[in-house]
């Protein structure tokens, strides 16, 4: 394709060949690739793609281009396409070549871009083109520029012939095409087309305004040679291929991360200015959770350390809420502010600087080390976010509700640590009177049953194998109380019991060594009030002893949910379905049962004609009249027998194994309880008081 000239290649060509530093030849490339594109793997054979593109997307990001195009060939060939000003391919005064040939046959040539603009060029070791051309055992560029064609050929990065005008045009743009050399990279030349589309649609976000078009036309062997024109000119579009195009920029982006989740506030916070010579791009908004996503750019590199500009907008963002809380009475003189990490979490941000001259700390270029980021972040970012909160009241509020709900949380966890670390609390270590343990003295054989109720426990103990099953009563009541919040609980003897019973310390004392139960199970009722427990003990567990449930120790116990009496055999049925299953196999229906007396009803009598079973099961119906189903709503309802039989023998129990994941989701089910939003906390008691039974 000729590029097409559209609305952005407006400004004057500002380069003149005489600004080119001229350097050393491409021995040095081919001699050892991994310095210059990090390895000689999948990672450096695409990162071929994004040294090529990345020239493209500095015209771009300068405001001489605003398409790009980029085409996996038949043949392992590469083409990227842009409309801007086309390389200079005047000849240089010093060496005597044109402009084109230096840049792609001498290192280093790429990076003086004249003061005007960013200079933004910086792949993983800022190269550039020769480097690409150095590992590619076939190039050829074409410039449209000045009215002409111009084109030069590489083999190896030596070049074939000068640059030569091949024609007219009336086009400005440039097309790099090459093969990458197997020579090189001996793993394989094989371009994988997602990777490359999720790196160029995550620089179309970067890029606002860029339409990048992604084109795999590999299967498209046959027309033409590569060197025609015909691939793109009259073929692109019948390939698959991709268009992204982000009017929103980073604004989009933090759309995209943030679409399944669900927003605390409306609107985006979007800022797009720059201070002393800076560029600073932002776009933030808060979700309904704890994670941080912070994803931060400088000259378009991903900085996955971190850096100057990270911590610029860290500190603005926590002065300006805190600021800003204290303005409007939110905090009171005598609160204490919001930390750095209060308000934090639930942010989704992505933070993108330019600029001239850029310092990376470290090998990898994945932290910004230039300071001048770190002034200017916080002076674009403190201009727009405080405006952004003065004409967004409503977002303003329920960014600061986020934060006091993380301060909240942070200084209950803080109270419970002190108070069950308090000195002398877990002093002398002597086991809690409620616990009654096992003989066993290996955590790997013995478990831990965290019982709902002195009733139950109290059952649960005559059941039991002493030998390898330990009990601890955690009385219901006080764990019961609806709104407690975690840091009163731990306050508690209840939970100050459990911590001693495992034997395992907690906070900064905990060790998972000294854990005396491998197993600990969770066994509560199946009603509204059990399931509270239950999202209470995993939310202690997932908020003080992670590694814990990581190490797959936490468990929930799976007792029955009815009790089918037929014929003198009890049969135990965990959920509705099973339920349903065994008085099929006996026979009956649900209607034909009851669940407290027994029926009166005749059965069917046996009639001649029926077959042997049909007979006998008529017998039997008739014999023992309809079956009898007792609902379990509490542990303690049952005798040892049965809660052993069905809840505790390893033979015949199931436990269920507590994923992080699961306890993550108690803690958030948790905050949600103990929120000041009463909607949600209602309906979840509604929702699982009718659950409440399936659910177990
Ligand atoms: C498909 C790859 O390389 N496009 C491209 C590169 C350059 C220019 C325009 C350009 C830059 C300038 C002036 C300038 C480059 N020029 C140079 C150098 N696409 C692709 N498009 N005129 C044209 O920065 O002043 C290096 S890259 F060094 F010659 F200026």
């Excluded at 077959?611 to 008529?618: S, Y």
Aim: proline share 3%; hydrophobic share 35%; with cysteine.
């Amino acid at each position: 394709m000729a590029p097409k000239q559209e609305k952005s290649s407006a400004k004057k060509s500002s380069y003149g060949a005489d600004q080119i530093q001229v350097l050393e030849g491409l021995e040095p490339v081919r001699k050892r690739p991994g310095m210059y594109i990090g390895s000689t793997g999948p990672d450096g054979l695409h990162h071929l793609i994004w040294e090529i593109f990345d020239n493209s997307r500095d015209e771009a990001m300068n405001g001489y281009a605003n398409r790009v195009e980029v085409v996996l060939l038949p043949d392992g060939y590469v083409r990227v396409i842009d409309n801007g000003r086309g390389i200079p391919t005047d000849i240089h005064p010093k060496t005597k070549v044109s402009a084109l040939e230096t840049i792609m046959c001498t290192l280093h040539a790429g990076g003086k871009f004249g003061g005007e603009g960013y200079n933004v060029s910086g792949g993983l070791h800022g190269v550039g083109a020769s480097v690409v051309n150095a590992l590619s055992i076939h190039t050829k560029v074409e410039v449209h520029r000045d009215g002409g064609l111009f084109m030069q050929e590489y083999k190896q990065g030596i070049k074939k012939s000068a640059v030569k005008q091949v024609g007219k045009s009336k086009f400005n743009g440039t097309i790099v095409t090459f093969k990458p050399d197997a020579e090189i990279f001996k793993e394989g030349t094989e371009f994988e087309i997602s990777r490359v589309i999720s790196h160029l649609r995550q620089q179309a976000y970067l890029v606002r305004g860029l339409t990048i078009h992604v084109i795999d036309a590999r299967e498209y062997a046959g027309k033409g040679d590569f060197s025609g024109e015909k691939y793109l000119t009259d073929l692109s579009l019948e390939q698959p291929s991709q268009t992204f195009y982000f009017e929103g920029g980073l604004k989009s982006l933090v759309k995209h991360y943030n679409e399944f989740s669900k927003p605390v506030h409306k609107n985006i916070f979007y800022v797009d200015k720059s201070a002393e010579n800076v560029g600073v791009e932002i776009a933030l908004q808060y979700i309904d959770d704890f994670p941080t996503k912070i994803a931060a750019y400088a000259n378009n590199i991903p900085t996955i350390e971190g850096g100057t500009h990270v911590t610029g907008f860290k500190t603005s963002l926590t002065r300006l809420i805190n600021a800003y809380a204290r303005k409007n009475g939110v905090l009171k003189e005598k609160d204490e502010n919001l930390t750095g990490d209060d308000v934090l979490e639930g942010l989704t941000v992505v933070i993108s600087v330019k600029l001239r001259e850029i310092q990376f700390e470290g090998q990898t270029k994945a932290k910004l080390g230039s300071m001048e980021a770190q002034s200017a972040v916080s002076t674009v970012f403190s201009d727009a976010f405080t405006l952004f909160m003065e004409e967004n009241p409503d977002d303003a509020k329920e960014i600061i509700s986020k934060g006091l709900l993380a301060l909240r949380a942070r200084k209950a966890a803080k109270a419970a640590k002190d108070s069950v670390l308090r000195k002398g609390a877990l002093e002398g270590f002597s086991l809690p009177g409620k616990l009654a343990d096992c003989q066993s003295n290996d955590p790997a054989d013995s478990e831990l049953f965290i019982v709902e109720g002195d009733s139950a426990g109290g059952t649960a103990k005559m059941g039991r194998d002493r030998v390898t099953q330990a009990i601890l009563p955690l009385r219901g009541k006080i764990l019961n109380v609806e709104r407690a919040r975690l840091d009163r609980m731990l306050g508690s003897e209840q939970i100050k019991n459990l911590v001693l019973a495992m034997g395992a310390a907690i906070g900064d004392t905990f060790n998972i060594e000294k854990c005396r139960y491998h197993k600990l199970i969770i066994a509560t009722d199946a009603d509204v009030d059990g399931a509270h427990i239950r999202t209470l003990l995993l939310t202690f567990f997932y908020r003080y002893y992670r590694p814990i449930i990581d190490a797959g120790y936490v468990y929930i116990a799976q007792p029955p949910l009815y009790k089918i009496a037929f014929n003198k055999e009890n049969h135990y049925a965990y959920s509705d379905v099973e339920k349903q299953a065994i008085l099929k196999k006996l026979g009956f229906d649900e209607k034909d049962t009851e669940s407290t007396e027994e029926s009166t009803e005749p059965a069917d009598e046996a009639q001649e004609g029926d077959t042997a079973e049909e007979a006998e099961e008529k017998v039997v119906k008739k014999s023992n009249k309809k079956p009898q189903i007792q609902r379990y709503k509490g542990l303690g309802e049952m005798n040892s027998d049965e809660l052993w039989e069905t809840t505790m023998d390893p033979k015949t129990r199931t436990l269920k194994l507590v994923s992080v994941h699961e306890a993550g989701d108690a803690d958030r089910t948790f905050e949600m309880l103990m929120g000041s939003e009463v909607g949600p906390r209602k309906s979840f008691i509604q929702t699982y008081a009718k659950q409440a039974n399936l659910d177990i």
